[in-house]
């Protein structure tokens, strides 16, 4: 009789932890679904300031920026913290304009 009542706690006992462990399955889910909508949400918003940054670099308005509109800009301190803030450095400035200079101007 004392057997089967270990058997049965036991049984009732991985049950409980089953359950446990699959809300904690769940949760953790859940975290990585958060963590993504965040990081999109935080691309989003790295692309809006980068649309703000060009727009005031393009000091001619011509609708394209030369490589010294681009350190001219970086001087400016709104634009410097935007850029800061991306981790875009003043030494990374050039290699950035030879990206995206696609026709070598």
């Known amino acids: 009789f004392a ?8 049984g009732f006992l991985n049950l409980v932890l089953a359950v446990i462990v699959d809300n904690a399955a769940e949760a953790r889910e859940a975290s990585k679904e958060e963590q993504a909508r965040t990081q999109k949400t935080l691309q989003a918003q790295s692309f809006v300031q980068w649309v703000e940054v060009m727009k005031v670099l393009d000091v001619d308005n011509s609708g394209n920026i030369s490589m010294e509109e681009l350190m001219m800009g970086y001087e400016d301190p709104h634009v410097k913290e935007m850029l800061d803030d991306m981790r875009i450095g003043k030494s990374d400035l050039e290699t950035l304009f030879k990206l995206m200079d696609v026709d070598d101007s």
């Open 3 to 10: 057997v089967s009542l270990v058997i049965i706690q036991l």
